[in-house]
């Protein structure tokens, strides 16, 4: 059974009979650079793959459709044939509920994109999941909501 330390291979203080290793070391160094290689193309790929995103929604009723960018930013908005039936504040209340829609579509592809590449459960998985939550406004209580 290996030791978890990463420093294993370099001897333990509190032991002095398990001396410096350099064998042991080397691979080791080796083993931590291979992981942090992994890691860092799993970040660059989630990265790129979020860049690339967008969703778009539509009112419960039909009469607005929304369509954001990865940022959540507002890019289209549609009103379908049926949009001529309703009062202007009642196409506004639609608008905002598609674009809401929208949204949380995004954040659904954006969970998948990060469990996908880093993994949710990671730190930094965690990190991005709370920043984009709280950027998008579906972030409650540690949990999105979609």
Not at 25 to 44: G, H, I
């Amino acid at each position: 059974m290996s030791d978890p330390s990463p420093f294993a291979a370099f001897g333990d203080p509190s032991n002095p009979g398990k001396s410096f290793n350099a064998e042991g070391a080397n691979a080791r160094l080796a083993e931590l650079q291979e992981r942090m290689q992994q890691s860092m193309s799993a970040t660059n790929d989630m990265a790129e793959q979020l860049g690339a995103l967008s969703a778009t929604g539509m009112d419960e009723n039909g009469v607005a459709e929304a369509t954001v960018d990865s940022q959540g930013g507002l890019v289209d908005l549609r009103y379908t044939d049926r949009a001529a039936r309703y009062a202007p504040l009642f196409l506004a209340r639609a608008a905002l509920e598609a674009n809401r829609v929208a949204k949380a579509r995004l954040a659904e592809r954006t969970r998948e994109v990060i469990a996908d590449t880093i993994g949710s459960d990671s730190e930094a998985g965690k990190a991005v999941l709370s920043s984009i939550g709280k950027r998008l406004g579906t972030e409650t209580d540690g949990q999105d909501r979609a």
